[in-house]
């Protein structure tokens, strides 16, 4: 069965810090994977995605993620954080399930950024 | 675009009381989703309709939830009777799937209360 993991449900780093975040897949097929971003009291915000091709995709506010088949890993990166990426994450698959396409979503991990 | 909206953005509620949240997706997306997200159990897909239609509603908790789409912009959520379980945040996401799989369009959320 398709599934994503999310190993970390919280990590705190200093502002000006790099940041990774971890993310695991299950699915048979060549994967559609994603990264959204929640902020407090609002809904997801597209990240980044990956369909094919170069396996390092940039996304918005300075975010990357790299798609690694032999470790079924999708890690979302940023070279320096700042205090406005405080949020939760969210890494899903998009997967061809129940005859249409479904966006499995991980359990999320939460980052706290410290001044 | 003004995105997906969702009304109302909080909502308070008695026990055992009819409540009906509402989402007008993209203009031109085809797809919409229903999820609840929880502390304990995260991101929950209840349904999904494609072309007005509830193609999976598997995930609908039980017979107190329903939902419709009578037309390409505008689908609603009910709960009937609602119960103190049923607090959660519930978001509503479209897709146009004809121009291929891109993720989705989240709408900001309804943050339902039972009480």
């Known amino acids: 069965a398709q599934s994503v993991t999310q190993p970390d449900i919280h990590i705190t780093v200093s502002e000006g810090a790099s940041l990774e975040l971890r993310c695991n897949y299950s699915y048979g097929a060549t994967p559609y994977l994603f990264w959204y971003v929640q902020s407090p009291g609002q809904g997801l915000q597209l990240l980044l995605k990956?369909?094919?091709?170069?396996?390092l995709v940039q996304g918005i506010k300075g975010f990357e993620a790299e798609f690694k088949r032999s470790q079924s890993s999708f890690n979302l990166r940023k070279p320096s954080v700042h205090w406005s990426d405080a949020a939760e994450y969210f890494c899903?698959?998009?997967?061809?399930?129940?005859?249409?396409?479904?966006?499995?979503f991980g359990a999320g991990t939460r980052l706290a950024v410290h001044p | 675009d003004a995105g997906v909206i969702q009304s109302p953005r909080h909502e308070v509620t008695e026990m055992g009381q009819e409540v009906t949240l509402r989402c007008k997706p993209i203009?031109?997306?085809?797809?919409l989703f229903w999820y609840r997200q929880t502390m304990m159990r995260g991101l929950e897909l209840l349904i999904y309709f494609n072309n007005n239609v509830p193609i999976d509603d598997s995930g609908m908790p039980e017979d107190r939830f329903s939902a419709k789409m009578p037309n390409a912009s505008f689908s609603t959520l009910k709960i009937q009777p609602s119960e103190p379980r049923d607090s959660a945040v519930y978001f509503c996401?479209?897709?146009?799937?004809?121009?291929?799989?891109?993720?989705?369009?989240f709408g900001s959320g309804t943050r339902l209360t039972v009480v």
């Open positions: 899903a698959v998009g997967a061809f399930s129940g005859g249409y396409n479904k966006l499995i």
């Open positions: 203009s031109g997306h085809n797809s």
């Open positions: 990956y369909f094919s091709g170069d396996t």
């Open positions: 996401a479209s897709t146009d799937t004809t121009q291929g799989y891109y993720g989705y369009t």
